[in-house]
Structures are given as C-alpha cells and as structure tokens.
C-alpha cells in the first residue's frame, strides 16, 4: 500500500509563496507519475501539476509562470513552489501518486490566499 503524506499548506497573502512537499512510502521511481490537484468550494478537482518518472512536467494553464514542481529522489518526496499566488489559488491541495495498477492520493492541505 502507498502512502503519501503532505505537509505546507497555510495562509498567505496575496502575492506570496508556498512550497508544498508529499512524501511517498515508497521510491518515487516505483510511481509512473506524481503530482498536485486541487479542489475549491463549489468546484471539481482539477489538476495542478504533475511530474512523471522520467522526469517530465505538466501543469495547468492558470498556474504556469507561478507554480513549479521538483523532487528529491533520496527522500521520495515532491514539491511543488507555488509562488505568485493568487486568491483564486485557494483550495484544498491532494498529493496524487499513479502506477500501473491505480491512483493514491494524500489526505489533503488547506491552502488559503487572502486579497
């Protein structure tokens, strides 16, 4: 079983910035994919951005020019540096972890943007 657990979230104003990490139970590299989706009030989740195991980024429109995403392989953990941030950046904020067989995801992080 994989777990993920994530740690970051806040409140920040506008403007400011955020790293969020997800640490995975087990290598990143056991994961096709990595990443970050997010759900408002009222909203579906959406994704936010992604990482796959060869090392290839993808991100929502609304985000890219703000928002990057790393890893640390030794630690098995993902970051994504939101920076920039906006109020209608607010959200809950999933870790999401895939192989072949399903998706795993995080427990949740509340981040809140204030105008």
């Known amino acids: 079983q994989v777990r993920l657990v994530e740690s970051g979230g806040g409140l920040v104003q506008a403007g400011g910035s955020l790293r969020l990490s997800c640490a995975a139970s087990v290598s990143i590299f056991a994961l096709n994919n990595m990443g970050w989706y997010r759900q408002a009030p009222g909203k579906q989740r959406e994704l936010v951005a992604s990482?796959?195991?060869?090392?290839?980024?993808t991100s929502t429109d609304s985000v890219k020019g703000r928002f990057t995403i790393s890893r640390d392989n030794a630690k098995n953990t993902v970051y994504p540096q939101m920076n920039s941030l906006k109020p209608e950046d607010t959200a809950v904020y999933y870790c999401?972890?895939?192989?072949?067989?399903?998706?795993?995801w995080g427990q949740g992080t509340q981040v809140t943007v204030s105008s």
């Open positions: 990482l796959t195991a060869g090392g290839i980024t």
């Open positions: 999401n972890g895939q192989d072949i067989l399903r998706d795993y």
